[in-house]
């Protein structure tokens, strides 16, 4: 059984930098792992991710001020959030996505770990 273990959230004021971790606690080849949040009375929203290969994909609104980097094994990842908004604050979940021999990929979720941006 995998686990996704995060670590890093916590109370920021506006304009500050928080790190976010994420390790899988078992042995898992993933082809991509990410980042989401949710906001309260929103739907949760991908934030980064990272491909095996090294592609990264952000949201729109976070471009330019958050950065996402994993491990080579691709088995953790990070997502360093620097300039933090006020609208930045939601619960923010990891993602590793896994093939399966049965074509469809399955997802595994981290616990959560509040990210609260606020003066």
């Known amino acids: 059984q995998v686990h996704l273990v995060e670590s890093g959230g916590g109370l920021v004021q506006p304009g500050g930098s928080l790190r976010l971790s994420c390790a899988a606690s078992?042995?898992?080849?993933?082809?991509?792992m990410g980042w989401y949040r949710q906001a309260p009375g929103k739907e949760r929203e991908l934030v980064a991710s990272?491909?095996?290969?090294?592609?990264?994909n952000y949201a729109e609104s976070v471009k330019g001020r958050f950065a996402i980097s994993s491990d080579n094994a691709r088995t953790a990842v990070y997502l360093q959030m620097n300039g933090l908004k006020p609208e930045d604050t939601a619960v923010y979940y990891c993602?590793?996505?896994?093939?399966?021999?049965?074509?469809?990929?399955?997802?595994?979720w981290g616990q959560g770990t509040q990210v609260t941006v606020s003066s």
């Open positions: 993602n590793l996505r896994a093939p399966t021999t049965a074509g469809r990929p399955y997802d595994y």
């Open positions: 078992g042995s898992i080849f993933s082809s991509k």
């Open positions: 990272i491909t095996r290969d090294g592609f990264t």
